[in-house]
Structure formats: structure tokens, C-alpha cells
């Protein structure tokens, strides 16, 4: 067991620009989560894929935000036109079939926008 | 709205002590509520689930209950030690989402 991993682990970039994060499950695992932690506050879910079919997006996801799991496999998460206000840790977390099963989390993202 | 709320101030105690950290819920039932702990800079890890239908669950030194008149879950880490310092995070399922209260940070001192 690999456990989910998470690329790259720091990300610095300016206002303005594009990002692009991975995911990569344990690979028997069906479901996929997204979610955003800030400073003190508790991870806020964005999105959630069952295979490759995005089932959920969060209403506070903008435009900017898209994500996508091809082949059920791994995932990304584009952030376009970056801000300020997108500064946090990106969390990736999978889990097998069936609701109120473990999450297992990656290490995250930690992305600094200047 | 629904919403889960954990204390957001700091529970300090002494090594060998219980911890009890609170979680409390409003506007739903949920079917299942998990506790997971997260270390600075690292992804949360799963410690335990209850259900609905369960009032208390244990694992090794950990245990949780559930009471869904009062709609709150208690988390208990007895005999506390330094390495149980971190951040303690609830989470109830709706379908299969599972949304989190803010954690509460937990400081043993020896």
C-alpha cells in the first residue's frame, strides 16, 4: 500500500498565473476527493469523483477552479487565473466503495500565490 | 444550514490525563461520524467511525460516543501522552460527502 501521493508538495506562483496539482489514489479505491484547508479551519470539501464521473462540486468552487480524473485513475485540479484568496492546502483523499468509509488523505499541496 | 462546530480554543492537559474534545452538529442526522487527526503540514488520518445506531466505540486508548438527541460526539484519548499532541478533527457523511468541523488542537505536556 503506497497510500495516496500528492505533486508537488509546495507550489509558489503569482497572481494570475495557471497551477495544475495531482493526485494519485490507491489504486483499488473508486471515490476521489478534493478539498481545500486553510489556517485553522477544518478541510473544505470542493469536489468528488466516483471513477472517473465528477459527482459533486462544491457551490463555493468558481470557474476558476476545474478538476478531472481520466481512467478513474489519477486526478488533477487546475486553478486558472490564481488569487490571493486561493492560498492553502489542496488535499487529495480516496476511499473505496460505499458511503462512511475512511478517508485516506495525501500530504497535500501547500500553494502560496504572491 | 447544516453545521458542525468544534471548540476552536486549544485543550492543554497533562501526560496521563483523559482528553474529552466535543463535537457537536445542527440542521442533521447523520448516518455515520468519524474523528481523524491531523499533524501540522500532513494530510488528516482516520481514527475511528460511529454509527447512528452505536452509542460508544473504542480502540486501544480511544473512545467515542454518539448521541443523536443531544447531537453531539465525544472523543476521549485516555492515559494522554506528548505524542497524542495534534489536531483532532470530526466529520459527519451526508451521501458521500464527508463534511468537516474546524478541529480542535489537543497539547499534551510531560
Known amino acids: 500500500d503506497t497510500g ?18 495531482r493526485c494519485d489514489p490507491i489504486s483499488e479505491h473508486n471515490r476521489l476527493y478534493w478539498y481545500r ?30 478538476a478531472e480524473r481520466p481512467k ?15 492560498s492553502a492546502m489542496y488535499l487529495c483523499a480516496s476511499s473505496p466503495e460505499g458511503s462512511g468509509e475512511k478517508l485516506f488523505f495525501g500530504s497535500g499541496t501547500q500553494l502560496s500565490v504572491l | 444550514s447544516q453545521k458542525i462546530e ?5 485543550l492543554n492537559i497533562q ?3 483523559t482528553a474529552t474534545l466535543t463535537c457537536n452538529y445542527t440542521n442533521y442526522s447523520p448516518a455515520y461520524l468519524q474523528w481523524y487527526r491531523q499533524d501540522p503540514g500532513r494530510g488528516p488520518v482516520f ?20 448521541d443523536t438527541t443531544l447531537k453531539q460526539s465525544l472523543f476521549h484519548i485516555t492515559a494522554s501522552q506528548p505524542a497524542d499532541s495534534a489536531t483532532y478533527l470530526c466529520a459527519f457523511w451526508r451521501s ?15
Open chain 1, 4 to 21: 495516496v501521493s500528492q505533486d508537488p508538495r509546495h507550489k509558489i506562483t503569482k497572481r494570475g498565473q495557471n497551477v495544475t496539482f
Open chain 1, 37 to 66: 484547508q486553510t489556517l485553522g479551519q477544518g478541510p473544505e470539501f470542493l469536489t468528488y469523483f466516483q471513477n472517473e464521473a465528477q459527482l459533486e462540486k462544491s457551490r463555493l468552487l468558481s470557474d476558476r477552479f476545474s
Open chain 1, 72 to 86: 478513474g485513475s489519477f486526478s488533477t485540479l487546475e486553478i486558472q487565473r490564481t488569487e490571493q484568496g486561493d
Open chain 2, 6 to 10: 468544534q471548540n476552536s480554543e486549544a
Open chain 2, 15 to 17: 501526560e496521563g490525563k
Open chain 2, 47 to 66: 481514527l475511528l467511525l460511529i454509527r447512528e445506531n452505536e452509542k460508544e466505540k473504542r480502540k486501544e486508548r480511544l473512545k467515542v460516543t454518539f
Open chain 2, 96 to 110: 458521500y460527502i464527508p463534511t468537516f468541523g474546524r478541529g480542535t488542537s489537543l497539547i499534551v505536556h510531560p
